[in-house]
């Protein structure tokens, strides 16, 4: 019943900078923390980046901190993923996740892919040297 749909992937030279959205539809009362993983070809599902329900708290992956910033608008249900500085090593699919949240405040730990209920359909980010 909770749908999301990513836009804003594509094509980038390295050091270019790309920023994806994360729509929310359907059942959307209630508080969602979201994130972003990513998953190249033949490689594991990473984590990106996550923020919690009220985009007081967000947590970040150690090879995109610096360069990526995620943020929310709760307003529009929308999540975003700002990717600055972009690298070869950045090219994958990323994908949007929400889950509920009931008062959590911070992230003890990585995020993992299992934690969340609700995946989009991912964007291609394709960073060329």
């Known amino acids: 019943q909770v749908q999301l749909v990513e836009s804003g992937g594509g094509l980038v030279q390295a050091g270019g900078s790309l920023r994806l959205s994360c729509a929310r539809s359907g059942r959307t009362l209630g508080a969602y923390a979201m994130a972003w993983f990513r998953q190249a070809p033949g490689k594991e599902r990473e984590f990106v980046s996550a923020i919690n329900w009220s985009g007081t708290s967000t947590y970040y992956a150690d090879s995109v901190k610096g360069r990526f910033t995620i943020s929310r608008d709760n307003t529009k249900k929308t999540a975003y993923l700002q990717m600055n500085s972009l690298k070869p090593e950045d090219t994958a699919v990323y994908y949007c996740?929400?889950?509920?949240?009931?008062?959590?405040?911070?992230?003890?730990?990585?995020?993992?892919?299992?934690?969340?209920?609700?995946w989009g359909q991912g964007t291609q980010v394709t960073v060329s040297s």
């Open positions: 996740a929400a889950k509920r949240s009931y008062g959590e405040l911070g992230f003890d730990q990585t995020p993992l892919p299992d934690e969340y209920n609700y």
